[in-house]
């Protein structure tokens, strides 16, 4: 069974900084895409960035220039750091893996869609 744990949320004032943390876990033998989503109250969730197995980002528009995502293929863990952080940032955040290759023994399975459980974000003026 792989699970998607997310750390690093909190309360943050205007302008300040906060890192996210998301590690899966499990028979894992290689992730495709990985990445960070939001959910404020009232929207539609969105895509904040995500980052090939390869190490090549891809931000949305609103964070590009503040938010920087990082992975680590040996962890099976991906990063969201956040900086200059304003109070339309205030979210639930949820990490994403597209495709997961599990094994077990000799087998390997895929596996598509994984979500974690999401994180509080909220950014105060």
């Known amino acids: 069974q792989v699970q998607l744990v997310e750390s690093g949320g909190g309360l943050v004032q205007a302008g300040g900084s906060l890192r996210l943390s998301c590690a899966a876990s499990g028979s894992i033998f290689s992730i495709n895409v990985m990445g960070w989503y939001r959910q404020a109250p009232g929207k539609q969730r969105e895509l904040v960035a995500n980052i090939t197995s390869g190490g090549r980002p891809n931000y949305a528009n609103s964070v590009k220039g503040r938010f920087t995502i990082s992975r680590d293929n040996a962890k099976n863990t991906v990063y969201l750091q956040m900086n200059s952080l304003k109070p339309e940032d205030t979210a639930v955040y949820y990490c994403?893996?597209?495709?997961?290759?599990?094994?077990?023994?000799?087998?390997?399975?895929?596996?598509?869609?994984?979500w974690g459980q999401g994180t509080q974000v909220t950014v105060s003026s």
């Open positions: 994403n893996a597209d495709r997961i290759i599990k094994y077990s023994g000799s087998s390997y399975y895929t596996g598509y869609d994984y």
